[in-house]
């Protein structure tokens, strides 16, 4: 049923899919820009296409939607694909984009800051910390990954946000 809601006049190389067929399109828009790195994240961009692919067919995009997509001849033109989803389609593409961006950019973050964020996640289960005390933590975290720091520089962070999460939070937690 839902890839009836799907279906329409660009289903044609994935298998008849019209979803299959939009994420596909963007995994090829993705695969011609050159990243900062200069190397592919072949792991990131198929998780991408995925996301459009689940989304499409979840929150059944309309044709024009889709039409949209199909239609890009590059990721930076400006047609405003997203403008042609409803807000709760949209804010479900951008949820699951978002938490993407975030596995992605983690997945190559130093071990000492995979340990710090995982304190931050385990604060985040702490009733006996109050949620905006929890949510700061979080921010502080997000930031010092926004802000570009790199090296000895991130890691000194780090060890800084571990242990502050350690000295305030393990005894009322209980950790």
Do not use: N
Not at 114 to 135: F, G, K, M, N, W
């Amino acid at each position: 049923m839902a890839l009836s809601a799907c279906a329409g006049p660009r289903a044609g190389r994935s298998g008849g899919d019209p979803c299959e067929a939009v994420a596909d399109h963007v995994h090829a828009l993705l695969q011609r820009v050159t990243p900062p790195s200069g190397k592919h994240d072949t792991a990131h961009e198929r998780a991408i296409r995925d996301i459009f692919a689940t989304r499409c067919r979840e929150d059944t995009w309309d044709v024009d939607a889709r039409d949209c997509i199909l239609a890009k001849k590059a990721l930076a033109d400006d047609a405003r694909c997203k403008d042609r989803l409803t807000s709760t389609q949209r804010g479900a593409l951008d949820q699951a984009l978002g938490a993407e961006e975030d596995r992605a950019r983690l997945a190559h973050l130093p071990s000492v800051c995979a340990e710090y964020r995982d304190r931050i996640d385990q604060l985040q289960t702490c009733s006996a910390v109050p949620q905006e005390s929890r949510e700061t933590m979080k921010q502080a975290f997000t930031q010092v990954l926004a802000s570009g720091v790199k090296g000895s520089d991130l890691e000194d962070h780090c060890r800084r946000g571990i242990e502050a999460i350690r000295r305030s939070f393990s005894a009322k937690c209980g950790w």
